[in-house]
């Protein structure tokens, strides 16, 4: 097959959903298909004016393009929301040849706001005002519903996602399927579990409300009233140090550590440095950063949220705790410390669950949707 993978945004491995695509790409072609990608910088070649409708410019430009292309694809898997133009020029116009348009979604819209209304009533949401939450609504969510609703067929990242589509917006199980994002073999390596007297966390991603770094601070104060020599690193957040130091507290910052960028490659020593790790977030489709350390071997903490819970069993291979809760975060860490035998059980349970998620596995998936959209027939 001929594939055209799009989405908006940077070309840029290191960041979550760049990475989504590029792996996709690259097994894509390990089994035989032709892959072109096309990010932000090369549907957009200006940035966007004004900048808050930049999502719609790149949607629309990007079913121009795909219109005027010269080499004909077999099929487009564009990203949400930005299949969205494409999709409704398709519906509306019935344009013979046009490719088929297989959506990928990471998550579900309507937990994300949810999830974020909660937080804006506890002070914990950076722009979910009632402005914001209309904006979101007219704006972002019509551009996820028109990408549900035209696509052939579609890769949903979570279940609370896939299962969402389906009752929502009626759309047939058998075109829209949960495929899980994969993990790289990099990252599948020994560890050595033993006893320490203090232990060091790790947080892997950006510095967002969703994904619960208030209630992280929260737990790290908790946890360093127990274990005093506690460390933590904020490892990929994007924002500068002294930003992320400013939500701890003044007497606790010299033990946290912040590195706002780390290379791809340089992220597997960055696992097997640090003994436990931990994602408090609200919402998210399924991380790269909790499949990445899995595949390492690390006792994981996080929430029982959509995209954590869809891998992770709480006492099997990782430990799960309510969304929003830092005493239950901090509890879960200090049984952790408390145990290397817990760590090595559920450390090495998670390595084993990651064999079963890695990009071959997972891409053959898309494979599979891909090949039921170029199938003759009318689109659903």
């Keep these: 097959m001929r594939i055209l ?7 840029q491995r290191e960041a979550g959903a760049a990475g989504v695509v590029l792996n996709h790409a690259r097994e894509l072609e390990r089994l035989g298909h032709s892959v072109e990608c096309w990010f932000i910088e090369d ?3 200006r940035p966007a004016k004004p900048k808050r409708f930049e999502a719609l410019i790149f949607a629309i430009r990007l079913a121009k393009r795909i219109s005027r292309a010269e080499t004909r694809f077999d099929v487009v898997n564009l990203h949400a929301p930005w299949g969205c133009a494409y999709g409704v020029w398709r519906k509306l116009l019935r344009v013979a040849g046009a490719p088929p348009y297989v959506m990928t979604m990471q998550g579900s819209e309507e937990r994300y706001v949810q999830a974020m209304r909660q937080e804006h009533r506890k002070g914990r949401a950076w722009n979910f005002g009632w402005q914001n939450r ?6 972002h969510q019509t551009m996820y519903d028109l990408s549900i609703r035209t696509a052939d067929y579609g890769a949903v990242a979570n279940r609370e996602g896939t299962i969402c589509v389906q009752l929502k917006y009626h759309r047939d199980p058998g075109h829209f399927w949960f495929v899980p994002n994969g993990v790289e073999e990099r990252f599948f390596t020994a560890r050595e579990y033993t006893k ?5 966390l790790l947080y892997v991603g950006s510095w967002l409300d969703r994904k619960g770094v ?5 737990a790290f104060k908790l946890l360093v009233q127990a274990m005093p020599a506690a460390q933590l690193t904020v ?4 924002n500068p140090g002294d930003h992320v130091i400013a939500y701890f507290a003044p007497e606790l910052r010299h033990q946290v550590r912040v590195l706002p960028f780390v290379k791809r490659e340089e992220m597997p020593a960055i696992y097997a440095a640090h003994d436990i790790f931990v994602l408090p977030s609200l919402v998210e489709g399924m991380p790269l950063t909790l499949l990445e350390a899995m595949a390492s071997g690390m006792p994981v903490v996080t929430t029982e949220a959509c995209g954590m819970a869809d891998v992770l069993e709480d006492g099997a291979n ?3 705790v309510p969304p929003a809760d830092a005493p239950a975060l901090a509890g879960a860490i200090e049984q952790f410390h408390n145990s290397v035998e817990l760590q090595k059980q559920l450390g090495q349970a998670a390595q084993r669950t990651m064999c079963r998620y890695t990009w071959e596995c997972v891409t053959q998936k898309l494979e599979k949707i891909l090949m039921l959209a170029v199938q003759p027939g009318e689109p659903n």
């Design 134 to 139: 209309v904006w979101h609504r007219l704006y």
């Design 235 to 238: 490892a990929g957040c994007t």
């Design 5 to 11: 993978i799009a989405i908006g945004v940077p070309r």
């Design 318 to 320: 990782g430990l799960l």
């Design 214 to 218: 208030y209630y992280l601070a929260d």
């Design 196 to 200: 320490k007297s203090s232990p060091h």
């Design 43 to 45: 549907v957009l070649k």
